[in-house]
């Protein structure tokens, strides 16, 4: 690093990944490839339910209603959550304003849009799945691993925006 390049302030490793989480949506996917993709593979090697095929009709229907249910939800508190970082950003001389320059200001905005598309692809994988999984015996494997992935991957990213939520609530508390 050049010498008059120095960062202002020097991010511990935890923050630089925080950071890093925060500005790269796509890690939500991959961890859920990485969950999804562990359990099938414990599943192949070491004997553990394939998907979700064990599980009984009734209760993945509950499932699939209830991930349904709340990816919706969680949808509009996202919503809300965009409303709320508005008024934040848009009040003139706030706290929120004296610390984040204006790009940051649009990564935020982006991070909090990008979780809608995660939610919105649970809500309909969850609708797929109740309409075609949930009446068969075992049910499509493969399908059932979908609904996981999305599932992880709409924790991930609601997590990003509670987490992101959070800290400008405390900032602009200040």
């Known amino acids: 690093m050049n010498a008059n390049k120095r960062p202002v302030v020097q991010f511990s490793l935890r923050e630089r990944l925080?950071?890093?989480w925060v500005r790269h949506q796509w890690?939500?996917?991959l961890l859920a490839v990485l969950v999804v993709g562990g359990w099938l593979a414990l599943g192949r090697v070491d004997?553990?339910?394939?998907a979700l095929t064990e599980v009984p009709h009734d209760a993945r229907r509950t499932t699939y209603q209830i991930l349904a249910t709340v990816a919706a939800t969680m949808g509009g508190f996202t919503l809300t959550s965009?409303?709320?970082l508005v008024n934040l950003l848009r009040t003139p001389m706030t706290t929120v304003d004296k610390l984040l320059p204006a790009d940051d200001k649009r990564r935020v905005g982006a991070a909090f849009v990008a979780a809608l598309p995660t939610l919105f692809s649970l809500f309909v994988a969850a609708l797929v799945g109740l309409t075609t999984d949930a009446n068969l015996d075992t049910g499509y494997w493969w399908l059932q691993a979908t609904i996981i992935g999305a599932a992880v991957a709409a924790m991930a990213s609601l997590a990003r925006v509670v987490w992101i939520l959070r800290r400008l609530l405390a900032l602009s508390s200040d």
């Open 27 to 29: 890690a939500d996917w």
């Open 82 to 84: 965009i409303s709320i």
């Open 18 to 20: 925080q950071h890093n």
């Open 47 to 50: 004997g553990l339910p394939w």
